[in-house]
């Protein structure tokens, strides 16, 4: 069943629905006209009783109840012991009751279906009723044919056979076609689906102008396709990023290469030329890296190892490790006191991004630069702040994108991923990170991170 399409299926239900729907509906009028026909041959034979019972109360029976007789009908007044008081001619002295019947009928009326009556060709319907008469009882029995509500049922009953499989065969093609009529919004879709490629990502499903289930479904599937461009848009220019920057260093690794080929004469030359190509060695093997964490990020697949830290042990290695960098470029490094605070997380991972969050400050800050630590709300934010500058306000919203400078025309050592491995960190960890203009001067940039219960 599942391998039928779905418009089949829904034509099949709708037919099968209606089937039932035809076949009870015409039980009900057939039970229902059938009914009414009794009851008018029932109301036909009471009349017929009530005038026979006049007769019995005022007249000679024996005389007149001959005149009683209708076209395919008969009357006759027997004695409670079955005995034929007054008849129709044509029934002769026969009695259509049985004594026990007679005697029945003269306590009280009743009405019975008989296949087969004295002068009445066919099914017959009779009535059987007491009448008073001449100071005794009588039974007064009175019938009629049903040949004509039999011949009317029959009528209903073919019209009943016929028009209703051609009714259901109508109502299942219209079915049919206002099935595919509704789904035709939806082929159409399928349709500009199957056109969508890479190269026209901007293109959108076409929407039916109804405000049904079927356009909150395009619209869906147009803001997923939204969504799908806004990545494929961001990992192109990721792909071209990564590519310039690969290119320069790469460019700048060959042409040392090719001069140290070309011109080293001395061993002191060609250790010069092989030191350099080592330093640009290095900035690959960081940009690689740098790319590598960004990817797995990206990919939800970036390796932690979370265990409970101490955040001052944690500040004070990082403290150490740039001690000797600073003190040469006549900077200092604050760290405030973070005593008794701990956080779940990778420490490796979590001094990488706070390695790049102060090399950032180095590098595009000034003055002293402060780390420290607060608790709140269940969140734990560790900043670091610097003097100089801060960043341009239009630079903000856009701080943490790969690739990003502040000032693209001076490209620096940089590459741009700093900041967007930090983020890329503190979410993996269920952080995330911010950046802001200090009031006075300077920068502040900070992950969050949840504080262990």
Do not use: C
Request: aromatic share 4%; hydrophobic share 40%.
């Amino acid at each position: 069943m599942t391998r039928v399409p779905i418009r089949l299926r829904v034509t099949l239900a709708f037919t099968i629905v209606m089937a039932i729907l035809l076949t009870a509906l015409g039980f009900f009028v057939y039970s229902r006209f059938e009914s009414q026909l009794s009851e008018q041959v029932d109301q036909s034979l009471r009349t017929h009783g009530d005038d026979i019972a006049s007769l019995v109360a005022h007249k000679d029976l024996s005389r007149s109840v001959q005149l009683l007789g209708r076209e395919e009908s008969f009357a006759q007044v027997l004695t409670p012991d079955g005995g034929v008081y007054a008849t129709t001619p044509q029934l002769g002295n026969h009695a259509q009751l049985t004594p026990a019947e007679s005697a029945t009928a003269a306590r009280e009326s009743f009405i019975t279906s008989r296949p087969h009556v004295r002068s009445i060709q066919g099914e017959a319907r009779l009535l059987a009723r007491p009448a008073q008469g001449r100071g005794q009882t009588y039974v007064v029995v009175v019938a009629a044919t049903l040949d004509d509500r039999n011949e009317s049922l029959r009528n209903l009953r073919t019209i009943l056979l016929i028009g209703g499989p051609v009714a259901l065969l109508l109502a299942s093609l219209a079915g049919y076609a206002v099935s595919g009529a509704a789904f035709r919004p939806v082929e159409a879709m399928r349709r500009r689906a199957a056109q969508i490629s890479a190269a026209e990502p901007n293109e959108r499903l076409p929407l039916p102008e109804a405000k049904d289930e079927l356009r909150r479904l395009g619209e869906t599937l147009n803001g997923m396709l939204g969504r799908l461009e806004t990545a494929l848009e961001r990992e192109r220019t990721f792909v071209d990023d990564a590519s310039h920057e690969l290119r320069t260093p790469l460019a700048l690794h060959k042409t040392e290469l090719e001069l140290a080929l070309r011109y080293a004469k001395t061993p002191e030359e060609m250790r010069a030329a092989i030191s350099s190509a080592i330093v640009e060695v290095d900035r690959l093997s960081a940009l690689a890296e740098d790319l590598l964490v960004l990817a797995r990020s990206q990919q939800g697949k970036l390796a932690l190892h979370l265990r409970r830290v101490r955040v001052a042990d944690l500040l004070s290695d990082v403290r150490e490790r740039f001690a000797v960098r600073l003190g040469e470029s006549g900077r200092s490094l604050s760290v405030e006191p973070a005593d008794g605070l701990v956080v779940d997380a990778d420490p490796v991972r979590l001094e990488q991004a706070l390695t790049n969050l102060i090399e950032n400050a180095i590098e595009h800050g000034a003055g002293e630069i402060t780390v420290r630590t607060t608790e709140s709300g269940g969140e734990l934010e560790i900043h670091v702040s610097d003097n100089g500058p801060g960043f341009p306000p239009e630079f903000l919203d856009r701080a943490f994108e790969r690739f990003s400078r502040a000032d693209p025309a001076r490209g620096g050592d940089g590459t741009g991923l700093g900041l967007a491995i930090v983020e890329a960190i503190a979410r993996a960890h269920r952080g995330s990170a911010h950046a802001a203009n200090r009031d006075g001067s300077g920068a502040d940039v900070w992950i969050e991170l949840p504080a262990p219960h």
